[in-house]
């Protein structure tokens, strides 16, 4: 079993800086890859952003570039994401996500463990 633990998040205006973090522990396979999702509220939940164990091949969502950074710390096992000029349309509960193969996948369907989700919410 892998536990993801999330911390972060919270109330920012627009324009403003959030960070979000998830710790991973448990056993964890030796290739992976740790994703980013959030859903707002009535919709679905949708990749933002996922990042190979390596710290490589990172992807982001159209409606995030240039504004949100995934990173890793492979030795903590911990997945960030750095979240600048958020927008209202941000506002959602973001959630981390583990899947045990190194394969870039788009859908929530195809990870393996997730997160308790924390609330972003960005005022206009």
């Known amino acids: 079993q892998v536990q993801l633990v999330e911390s972060g998040g919270g109330l920012v205006q627009a324009g403003g800086s959030l960070g979000l973090s998830c710790a991973a522990s448990?056993?964890?396979?030796?290739?992976?890859?740790m994703a980013w999702f959030r859903r707002a509220p009535g919709k679905e939940r949708d990749i933002v952003a996922a990042?190979?164990?390596?710290?490589?091949?990172?992807y982001y969502t159209d409606s995030v570039k240039g504004r949100f950074t995934i990173s890793r710390d492979i030795v903590k096992n911990t997945v960030y994401l750095q979240m600048n000029s958020l927008k209202p349309e941000d506002t959602a509960v973001y959630y981390c996500?583990?899947?045990?193969?190194?394969?870039?996948?788009?859908?929530?369907?195809?990870?393996?463990?997730w997160g308790q989700g924390t609330q972003v919410t960005v005022s206009s």
């Open positions: 996500a583990l899947r045990q193969n190194y394969e870039l996948k788009y859908r929530d369907l195809d990870y393996d463990y």
């Open positions: 448990g056993r964890i396979f030796s290739y992976y890859r």
């Open positions: 990042i190979h164990w390596s710290g490589a091949n990172t």
